[in-house]
């Protein structure tokens, strides 16, 4: 006879078997749509929220949170409580201390918390595990290129692109704006005060010094007064003067040094100075803060690629040309015009004034030289200005020949012989194009 009895708990062992089947199917394709979105993993030193994750649920169905784990590489562990649930498109973040998460973002309501432990500040893990223990995330981060440099303590966050993409490839994830965007979704920066243009390493022999320009995109005026510029290093600090105001669609140069500035553009005089402190040559930061020390804008370029590398010693700057956008994506920026256009507007096509003269055109001799040497346009075209450099930047000899050619006996503007050498020559012509040419004085 058939056991009728031992039929029925077969049929009903395999359907339970089907269904839990079905309901963990179902819940790992739920889990999936959980996204690690942004994370914080080093604060800025005067704007300390804390280490922070945020979640972010872009399915289409709730999913039940209650259980989950955020971990770090050293194994420690926060358990999301039970009753939390993640509705489709909303975000839910992870702080490592809710009172210090509130000092700095204190209209943020959709935290958890406190985790009360942190994320490594120069390489670490964070890692998403499911109620039923199954790792559904695993973001393995560093502090260094190809991973977003701008979050290392400067401000920004590291923030997704693509939530469904490779979660481990730095080239999904970027620095965003100042502070994050903690529990809601990325947008532009959209700053009113921002660093419209940088020169960090001048042409040799056509060197102003270091300068940055702020410009106010705002519609109203801005006092800057007590304002503090700074490099990557936090000691690295100018204060703005009191009484400094920046007007609605106005610029200002912030220059290393006003004299080696004045020089080279002697027209503009929307210009303050002097920072005790040099932009590095090999990438640094830009950051503004507000006289309270709280932070309001923030760049880490880079001098190699994809950064425009013109801006490195070949006489072109950093020019902003996304100016409500994010300034710590490459294509924020570009390598504008030679020589920058310190306290204006970008604009193209490059003005004429400072298009380069065809060194084809140029004759000089001898080279090297002992007494004296020549320099000659064999066009014709007359030499308005003349400025010879040393290595180091600094104005050896100034003249004015308004003619085709000019002669250098190796001595300075106090008629004093200069040591044997490579110098740099530039050259302005009479219709404003310029030259660059390097001689040498032998012993």
């Given amino acids: ?143 260094s290129v190809p991973w977003p440099r701008a979050a290392d303590g400067y401000g920004p966050t590291v923030q997704i692109l693509d939530e469904a993409g490779d979660e481990n490839d730095p080239e999904n994830w970027i620095a965003g704006c100042v502070l994050g965007t903690p529990g809601s979704a990325y947008a532009d920066c959209n700053y009113d005060i921002i660093i419209s243009e940088i020169n960090y390493n001048s042409l040799l022999g056509y060197n102003p010094g270091d300068w940055v320009e702020i410009y106010n995109r705002g519609a109203s005026s801005v006092s800057l007064s007590g304002w503090i510029l700074r490099d990557s290093r936090n000691n690295n600090a100018y204060l703005i003067p009191g009484g400094t105001s920046l007007a609605a669609g106005s610029r200002l140069v912030v220059s290393d040094s006003l004299e080696s500035f004045t020089v080279i553009f002697p027209g503009v005089t929307n210009v303050i100075g002097e920072p005790t402190f040099h932009f590095s040559n090999s990438g640094d930061a830009v950051r503004l803060y507000s006289s309270d020390n709280t932070i309001q804008y923030t760049v880490r370029f880079n001098d190699k690629s994809p950064w425009p590398t013109d801006a490195d010693g070949n006489g072109f700057t950093l020019e902003n040309v996304n100016e409500g956008g994010n300034p710590n994506i490459t294509e924020s920026w570009v390598a504008g015009c030679l020589f920058g256009s310190p306290g204006n507007p970008f604009v193209l096509p490059c003005p004429n004034s400072i298009q380069t003269y065809d060194p084809q055109n140029i004759q000089v001799g001898p080279n090297p030289f002992t007494e004296m040497t020549h320099v000659s346009l064999l066009d014709a075209t007359g030499i308005s200005e003349i ?50 040419v390097q001689v040498i004085k032998a012993g």
Avoid: C
């Fill in 387 to 436: 400025r010879i450099y040393d290595l180091q930047g600094t104005l050896i000899q100034y003249a004015q020949p308004m003619n085709s050619y000019y002669t250098w006996n190796g001595t300075n503007q106090q008629n004093l012989a200069v040591p044997s050498g490579m110098y740099v020559m530039h050259i302005i012509t009479q219709g404003g194009a310029n030259a660059i």
């Fill in 1 to 143: 006879m058939l056991n009728f009895r031992l039929l029925f708990e077969d049929m009903m062992r395999n359907i339970y078997l089907l269904t839990l089947a079905i309901l963990t199917g179902f819940t790992s394709i739920q889990a999936q749509s959980i996204a690690i979105s942004e994370f914080n993993y080093n604060s800025d030193t005067y704007n300390n929220s804390g280490d922070w994750v945020e979640l972010h649920n872009y399915g289409a169905s709730a999913v039940n949170l209650g259980g989950w784990k955020v971990k770090n590489e050293l194994g420690n562990t926060y358990t999301i409580p039970g009753g939390i649930s993640l509705a489709p498109d909303a975000y839910l973040v992870v702080v490592e201390w809710i009172d210090t998460f509130l000092m700095v973002h204190p209209d943020v309501s959709n935290y958890i918390g406190s985790t009360a432990f942190s994320l490594d500040n120069m390489s670490g893990s964070v890692l998403l595990y499911d109620g039923g223990g199954a790792l559904v995330r695993q973001i393995n981060y560093v502090d």
